[in-house]
């Protein structure tokens, strides 16, 4: 079945490397037939966080945080590209995720973590796990490092080890499994929801803020 994914990353290093390994994972994604956004803090430019998202009327958001929107409400989970930085994500990374929060519930989302050293980035994956509990998208149990990140991919980003496909592809199934399970709850759900007049608890949620204001 086809998936709505969006992909975060965050570096807005001039001399990034990890922007190889989300473009990877974004061609994985869409050679599975799967709808991909990527959102790149540096493509995106987005200013430290001022207000959310939700604090926003209709229609008022700045442009690039409602594109963010327009990609995020609908995903059925988030693929989230993760550098290591001090052994945390690094901040242009969580200053994307900052500003949305209630748009990200009752998805799973799935942590791809690479470093310019042997581990991979394991350490940031470990810090990012209950920063994505808390925003309401669950990381599945399996994560998927790239160690030597700068020497994975060819200048090009072509991959250049083969052992990172068979992961990605085992990486990439177990998402799929928990998006295709979100989905279909969230769909028993909302039919449930309209059947007895109630509001649905997996909330399309930018509609039931609204509604609420
Ligand atoms: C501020 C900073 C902190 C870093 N801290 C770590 C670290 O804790 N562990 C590690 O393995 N690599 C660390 N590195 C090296 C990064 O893994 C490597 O530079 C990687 O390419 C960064 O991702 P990016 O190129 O997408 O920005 C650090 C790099 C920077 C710039």
């Known amino acids: ?3 709505k994914l969006v992909v975060f990353y965050g570096s807005v290093r001039s001399a990034r490397q990890g922007i190889k390994a989300a ?3 974004v061609e994985q994604c869409k050679q599975r037939g799967h709808q991909v956004t990527l959102l790149d803090a540096d493509e995106l430019q987005l200013p430290l966080l001022d207000k959310m998202y939700k ?3 209709p229609g008022e958001a700045p442009p690039t945080l409602q594109r963010m929107a327009d990609a995020i409400i609908p995903a059925d989970a988030h693929i989230v590209v993760t550098g290591e930085y001090n052994h945390a994500p690094p ?3 969580t200053n994307l995720l900052d500003h949305f929060l209630d748009e990200f519930f009752h998805r799973p989302s799935a942590i791809v973590c690479y470093s310019a050293g042997p ?3 394991v350490r940031a994956a470990v810090s990012l796990r209950p920063m994505l509990a808390e925003l309401g998208m669950s990381s599945i149990p399996s994560v998927l490092p790239i160690s030597r990140v700068h020497k994975t991919f060819d200048a090009e980003g072509q991959l250049l080890d083969d052992a990172y496909a068979r992961r990605a592809a085992k990486f990439l199934d177990e998402l799929e499994w928990y998006a295709n399970a ?3 709850a969230r769909e028993a759900d909302a ?3 309209a ?3 109630r509001p649905r608890a997996s909330c399309e949620a930018k509609d039931a803020i609204k509604a609420k204001a």
């Open 23 to 25: 473009r990877y994972i």
């Open 1 to 3: 079945m086809t998936l």
């Open 195 to 197: 059947a007895d007049g």
């Open 91 to 93: 901040p242009g990374l």
């Open 191 to 193: 039919a449930a929801a």
């Open 119 to 121: 581990f991979g980035g």
């Open 182 to 184: 979100l989905r279909a």
């Open 55 to 57: 604090e926003y009327g």
